[in-house]
C-alpha cells in the first residue's frame, strides 16, 4: 500500500501543484500548469464569469473541486456523512477576497487529503480507495475544463467584449 499512495500522492501534486519532475505523467511541464498555478492567474471577475448564457463559472468548478476533497477527507478518516450532489455546485460569483479564499480552501483541502495518504494512512475499504483515486481524473477533467474556459475569458476581454 505504500507505493499505491506514493503514485497517488505524485498524481495529486501533478494536477494540483504541477509537475515537480523533468517529466509528467499526464499534464503539460510549463511553470504554473497546475490546477492551483492556473487559478492564480485568474482574477475574481474571470472565475465569476460563464462562458456561456446559464452556464457554470470556473468559481463553480473550483468549489465543486473542494468539496469532492472534503468528501474524500471524510472518507479518509472513516466517516459517512450524507452528501448532497448539487451543494457542490453552489459557488457562482466571487469577489476578488472570496476568490482568494476559494482557492486557498481549495489548496488547504489538497493538501490535507495529500498528507493523510503521506502519513502512511492503510485502506480499509475498497470504497476508500477509490474516492481517492477518482479525485485524479476528476481533477484533471476539471483542470482541462478551467484552461479553455480561461481561453475564451482571455479571447472576449482581448476583443473587448467581456
Not at 507505493?3 to 499534464?27: C, M
Not at 462562458?51 to 474524500?72: F, M, P, Q, S, Y
Not at 472513516?78 to 476559494?102: C, Q
Request: aromatic share 10%; charged share 20%; glycine share 10%.
Amino acid at each position: 500500500m505504500e507505493k499505491t499512495n506514493s503514485a497517488i500522492i505524485e498524481f495529486l501534486d501533478e494536477v494540483y501543484d504541477g509537475p515537480r519532475h523533468q517529466y509528467t505523467w499526464f499534464i503539460g511541464n510549463a511553470p504554473g500548469s497546475g490546477l492551483l498555478g492556473m487559478l492564480r492567474g485568474l482574477s475574481a471577475e474571470d472565475a465569476s464569469t460563464p462562458i456561456v448564457d446559464e452556464g457554470t463559472t470556473v468559481a463553480a468548478h473550483v468549489g465543486h473541486l473542494r468539496w469532492t476533497l472534503l468528501k474524500v477527507g471524510s472518507f479518509i478518516r472513516g466517516e459517512s456523512p450524507t452528501w448532497d450532489w448539487s451543494e457542490s455546485w453552489a459557488v457562482g460569483r466571487v469577489d476578488p477576497d472570496e476568490w482568494a479564499s476559494l482557492v486557498g480552501s481549495l489548496e488547504a483541502e489538497f493538501k490535507s487529503v495529500a498528507q493523510s495518504l503521506r502519513s502512511g494512512f492503510i485502506w480499509h475499504t475498497d470504497d476508500q480507495l477509490k474516492e481517492v483515486l477518482a479525485l485524479m481524473p476528476h481533477a484533471a477533467y476539471h483542470l482541462g475544463a478551467i484552461r479553455q474556459m480561461a481561453l475564451v475569458i482571455r479571447e472576449r476581454v482581448s476583443r473587448g467584449c467581456g
